[in-house]
């Protein structure tokens, strides 16, 4: 990837809808993916292999497998145990992110198991021969909302247990939305000074208000892949008041106006978070929906 193209990951029909009152429904989530293809993603996280009864939202993950249109994007699950892995393969994915989570309490309330347990999982899903792109997030790599900071060292010494088994990719999460520019540069830094060929990618939440800051730091600090949700919508159902990923179409028209590419056409976007808006029955928080794109478009 060139340094001056930027790739966004669609998040919305996974982690954009799964902390949401309405279900959405299969053809739904289809018309979804369907539209964000069409805007431009490349790589979309479509579902997570969970309980259906903690989560609903994500109840239709086999059935919602088997409806994608096949050829058209890169297809990425979620995975929080060994069960999840194997249910994703067994769906066709092209990928799996499988998540470790760094605190321990938010590990016990997240995933019903400690760190470790959770680090020994991704040893055997990472070593396995499944045919399948396997990457590793690290949850709540930023901040706990049980434990509150993360130290550094802590990141780091997690990491290096479960690092022995190497992911395609790694993703940091801040699933709170706890990051300032600072963290993301300090914990980037880290990251490269000890792996320096493993890619990394930022999963960033808006919760407060710093997600496009934080964004711009991952920028400058060399990363070239982020996620992003269609109008901003999203959240974790175990962490209080986790709102809120990114918005694909204001990430991208951030990035476009600094001369980065990311493929992404942001009026069709931007009329992709309109489409979602009307499903989930309430505004949702991205801001280029609003104001439109600048300059205006000429009317005669």
């Not at 799964?18 to 299969?26: D, I, P, S, V, W």
């Not at 605190?103 to 760190?115: D, I, V």
């Not at 999982?121 to 901040?143: E, M, N």
């Not at 930022?202 to 996620?227: C, I, P, Q």
Request: proline fraction near 6%.
């Amino acid at each position: 990837m060139s340094k001056n193209n930027i790739e966004i990951v669609e998040v919305s029909p996974r982690d954009g809808i799964q902390n949401e009152k309405a279900l959405l429904n299969l053809d739904a989530k289809i018309s979804l993916i369907t539209q964000a293809i069409a805007a431009g993603a490349e790589r979309i996280e479509v579902t997570s292999f969970v309980n259906p009864h903690k989560v609903p939202q994500m109840a239709d993950a086999e059935a919602l497998a088997a409806a994608l249109p096949r050829g058209k994007a890169r297809y990425i699950g979620l995975a929080l145990n060994r069960r999840g892995f194997d249910r994703a393969v067994a769906a066709g994915l092209d990928e799996v992110n499988f998540a470790v989570v760094l605190p321990e309490t938010f590990s016990a309330r997240n995933q019903g198991m400690s760190t470790d347990e959770g680090i020994a999982l991704w040893h055997g899903v990472g070593s396995s021969d499944a045919p399948i792109g396997k990457g590793l997030t690290l949850a709540a790599a930023f901040g706990c909302p049980f434990e509150g900071e993360m130290p550094v060292a802590r990141m780091i010494e997690v990491l290096e247990r479960a690092l022995t088994v190497m992911p395609a990719e790694l993703t940091l999460a801040d699933t709170i939305g706890a990051a300032s520019p600072a963290d993301i540069a300090e914990r980037v830094g880290a990251v490269r000074d000890r792996w320096p060929e493993l890619p990394i990618r930022l999963h960033l939440h808006n919760t407060r208000n710093t997600g496009f800051a934080n964004a711009w730091a991952g920028v400058l600090a060399g990363v070239r892949s982020f996620d992003a949700s269609l109008g901003g919508v999203g959240g974790c159902p175990f962490a209080p008041r986790a709102t809120g990923n990114i918005a694909t179409e204001d990430l991208a028209w951030m990035l476009h106006r600094a001369g980065y590419a990311t493929g992404w056409d942001v009026d069709k976007a931007c009329k992709a978070a309109d489409w979602l808006e009307e499903q989930l029955g309430h505004e949702v928080p991205g801001m280029l929906m609003k104001a439109g794109t600048f300059p205006p478009a000429l009317r005669a």
